[in-house]
Nanobody
Framework: QVRLVESGGGLVQAGGSLRLSCAASGRTFSRYDMGWFRQAPGKEREFVAAISADDSPINNVDVGKGRFTIARNNAANTVYLQLNRLEPEDTAVYYC??????????????????WGRGTQVTVSS
């Protein structure tokens, strides 16, 4: 079992930045691919970024447009999502997810076994 707890969300003005963190329980964090998804009001949850167990990032360029960066610190059992140049359209609940290392499915919600409760990001215009 893996327990995931997100933090770092909040209210920020357009153009600002936030760094989201996701702390994972357990001693096998390094064996997990980690992902970030988001769900805006009235919309379906969508893939934002992922990072494989071997530290390879995968980004949804349609969502971040180069503004978001994912990183992990295995020693701290934590994955991060740096959000830069935020726009009101980025307002959403951001979720962290984990799955045992595989070579595929990083962008698929159904591939992930464990989910956090989410952290709210609100961007004002």
């Amino acid at each position: 079992q893996v327990r995931l707890v997100e933090s770092g969300g909040g209210l920020v003005q357009a153009g600002g930045s936030l760094r989201l963190s996701c702390a994972a329980s357990g001693r096998t964090f390094s064996r997990y691919d980690m992902g970030w998804f988001r769900q805006a009001p009235g919309k379906e949850r969508e893939f934002v970024a992922a990072i494989s167990a071997d530290d390879s990032p995968i980004n949804n360029v349609d969502v971040g447009k180069g503004r978001f960066t994912i990183a992990r610190n295995n020693a701290a059992n934590t994955v991060y999502l740096q959000l830069n140049r935020l726009e009101p359209e980025d307002t959403a609940v951001y979720y962290c997810a984990a799955k045992l290392q595989t070579d595929s499915g990083h962008m698929s919600q159904s591939a992930y076994n464990y989910w956090g409760r989410g952290t709210q990001v609100t961007v004002s215009s």
